[in-house]
């Protein structure tokens, strides 16, 4: 009975001990499975995180976080592992490290460091597993990391590692363009900001400060418009006070305010009320003849100025000064705040008001033009190149045959008078019409003009074109208003909101249209320095007001280059206007070639020797620039001595006798060829425009062999 019980006895016993085990076993296995998965889901979701969270500006510290959450799992899940985890950590350090020049020096990113980290981030894995084969534990954690890289969770862990390290790849590609954009931003709004004039400028040069400095205005500051990004701070880091704007008093009612052109009382007008914060409307009878007949009918008299608060005269600047005395003039701002003009108050100006530009006899040639355009403009190839919004000669003499009863002869002769006329011209500029093959382009279809000339915004106009020695006058009566009621009385600050919104600027933008096709090659010397002096002074208020003052190098390369207006059928930026024709069409600043070309149209325009005094006289919207002023053809040339007379002795040259020293202003590095050969003859010239006991003792020291000659910095913030 034991014999035949025994076996059986004992297969029970040894399936027991099996179950045992196996129970052991599970208890063991489950716990471990459990946390392996946990760690998976982890993986997972730092993986998306990584995936879809927005970058911000301290990438490397929230991957350090990650990979430090990791490796403490892995210390507790794996904690004899030790030699494992100071490799990696090793590693991974060396690889934050890259992060961290990489963050450093965002302008060196590129596509290969991308692959580079990426390659470290494989490497990292790659080594991890070769660790653990190598450990110099016992042989169980050997075989136990052997048995890991063959089993699922292992290839698991390594996919997940992969997917990683391609997520991380994505980050720093995306963050690597985030880079080059700041660094593009950065070039346009810090790097040398106080050493380039203009868009032709492309060197650095060192500069210190004159021991003059100028204190800042509250004159009706800008808020519209693009300022520099950290004037906030450069003002914080220079110690200067932060000056607050004051809002104008918030009113129902009306103020007129009546002036004249060269009118002294009325500037003093203009600043008491704005020292009261009072916005007014001004009306120079000067520009609107008819209102001088309104204000002798309402006041008695042609007088000015005058005020006007709603339909109540309040007087001249004698009675302004005494309701001021007499606190009167509260109760009438009192009476404005609570009360809307009514019917019988004057009224502003309307837009067009005694404006000549709309007026004036038509152009029967510009409306031929305007039937013939719909009719024959069409892309075409000529001289396998492709030419958009253009027209064959033969079809331009087909319309006009048509339109016009001509024989084919007499249309080409009309053709030719509109070509002469500069309504159109040759694409290749090859000749000035011929009844063929030829292409032709209408001015206001001209790319060039198109894009970037601000003064043909709805195509060419129906007038015909008045002399301009006319438009000239009209411009600078414009201008001369507009210096009058919105700057500053030393033309230092510019009021561009007001500018914007006034009805004198809406005027200078119908008059400028009439220069699309006007003849400027018979100009005397004195006219066309005048007329170009000021049209850049307009101009560029125009390209602030219409683009944002440029925060930086390439955006001043853009205004300085790319605003243009088409005068005369030929386009013409400020740099043309500056370089090409008041300096002679000379070489810029560090650059290689002329403004104009030995074949340039414009090259007949230009001023036969350099206008140097030009440059004390054009104003480009910065604060080291000179002072604003309307110049006469009659007077230019005092007047241009004045203007120069004023910069100097404002601080555009200081002497400084203790130090043997002389701070000048840049304007004489950029264009010193201009006023001499050498540093010292420029000084020499320079000196002609101070007082006469501060020359003489300039003079002497040039002769001194220690004597300094130092560039003031530029100041290339908006003159608000």
Request: with cysteine; charged share 30%.
């Amino acid at each position: 009975m034991d014999m035949e019980t025994s076996p059986k006895h004992n297969v029970e016993v040894e399936h027991l001990e099996e179950m045992k085990s196996a129970e052991i076993i599970a208890e063991e296995v489950s716990p471990k499975q459990n946390v392996e998965e946990v760690e998976e889901k982890k993986e997972e979701e730092e993986i998306k995180s990584v995936e879809t969270a927005e970058f911000s500006r301290e990438p490397v510290s929230e991957i350090k976080e990650i990979m430090e959450e990791e490796e403490m799992e892995s210390i507790d899940i794996h904690e004899e592992d030790k030699t494992v985890s100071v490799d990696s950590d090793t590693q991974e350090d060396k690889l934050l490290s890259d992060y961290d020049e990489y963050e450093e020096d965002d302008t060196d990113s590129s596509d290969d460091s991308i692959d580079e980290i990426a390659k470290a981030v494989e490497e990292t894995v790659v080594d991890q597993s070769v660790v653990s084969h190598h450990s110099p534990d016992s042989s169980s954690v050997v075989d136990q990391s052997i048995v890991s890289h063959h089993s699922p969770d292992s290839s698991s862990t390594t996919s997940a590692w992969t997917e990683k390290a391609a997520a991380i790849k994505n980050f720093v590609r995306v963050k690597s363009e985030v880079a080059v954009h700041t660094f593009m931003r950065r070039l346009s709004g810090k790097i040398s900001a106080q050493d380039i004039p203009n868009d032709e400028f492309s060197k650095e040069t060192k500069s210190v400060d004159s021991p003059k400095a100028e204190g800042k205005s509250i004159w009706n500051p800008l808020s519209y418009l693009k300022m520099m990004q950290n004037d906030d701070n450069d003002s914080v880091d220079k110690g200067e006070e932060e000056v607050v704007a004051l809002e104008p008093v918030v009113m129902k009612g009306r103020i007129i305010l009546y002036t004249r052109l060269g009118c002294e009382e009325c500037k003093e007008c203009r600043l008491l009320l704005h020292e009261k914060r009072l916005r007014y409307v001004e009306i120079n009878i000067d520009i609107y003849p008819t209102r001088k007949l309104e204000l002798e009918k309402i006041s008695g008299g042609d007088v000015v100025p005058k005020v006007f608060f709603n339909e109540e005269l309040v007087g001249s600047l004698k009675e302004l000064k005494e309701l001021e005395e007499s606190g009167k003039l509260e109760e009438k701002i009192k009476y404005l705040i609570a009360k809307a003009p009514p019917r019988e108050a004057p009224l502003p100006p309307f837009s067009g008001e005694d404006d000549a530009a709309s007026k004036g006899p038509v152009d029967e040639l510009a409306l031929i033009v305007l039937k013939m355009k719909p009719c024959v403009v069409k892309d075409r190839f000529y001289k396998m190149r492709r030419f958009k919004n253009c027209f064959l000669g033969s079809e331009a003499v087909d319309f006009l045959s048509a339109d016009q009863n001509l024989e084919r002869d007499a249309a080409v002769e009309v053709a030719r008078k509109l070509a002469s006329h500069l309504f159109f011209q040759h694409v290749l500029d090859e000749n000035l019409f011929e009844d063929g093959n030829h292409l032709y382009r209408f001015l206001d279809d001209e790319p060039i003009v198109s894009s970037q000339c601000h003064n043909i915004p709805r195509g060419i106009i129906d007038l015909k074109p008045r002399p301009i020695v006319e438009i000239a006058s009209r411009l600078r009566l414009v201008y001369r208003a507009i210096l009058e009621a919105y700057t500053s009385p030393d033309g230092k600050h510019v009021d561009y909101r007001s500018i914007h919104g006034s009805e004198e600027f809406a005027r200078y933008l119908r008059i400028i249209q009439e220069l699309q096709r006007v003849e400027i090659e018979d100009m005397k010397r004195e006219e066309k320095l005048a007329f170009f002096v000021n049209l850049y002074n307009m101009m560029a208020i125009h390209a602030i007001l219409v683009w944002g003052y440029p925060t930086g190098p390439l955006e001043r390369t853009k205004m300085f280059g790319d605003f243009k207006y088409v005068i005369g059928g030929n386009t013409y930026s400020l740099s043309a206007i500056e370089n090409g024709i008041l300096r002679g069409n000379q070489r810029p600043p560090y650059n290689l070639m002329k403004s104009f070309g030995a074949k340039d149209k414009r090259s007949k325009v230009a001023l036969s020797y350099v206008e140097h005094l030009s440059h004390f006289a054009l104003v480009c919207g910065t604060r080291s620039g000179p002072s604003l002023r309307c110049f006469t053809p009659g007077e230019i040339d005092k007047e241009l001595m004045e203007a120069a007379r004023d910069f100097l002795r404002g601080g555009g040259l200081v002497v400084d006798l203790n130090a043997k020293s002389a701070y000048i202003s840049k304007i004489f590095k950029w264009y010193g060829v201009d006023f001499g050969k050498s540093e010292e003859e420029v000084l020499k010239h320079a000196s002609t425009y101070l007082e006469p006991q501060l020359s003489e003792a300039l003079l002497d020291l040039l002769v001194d062999t220690q004597f300094r000659i130092i560039y003031q910095s530029y100041d290339w913030g908006l003159n608000n």
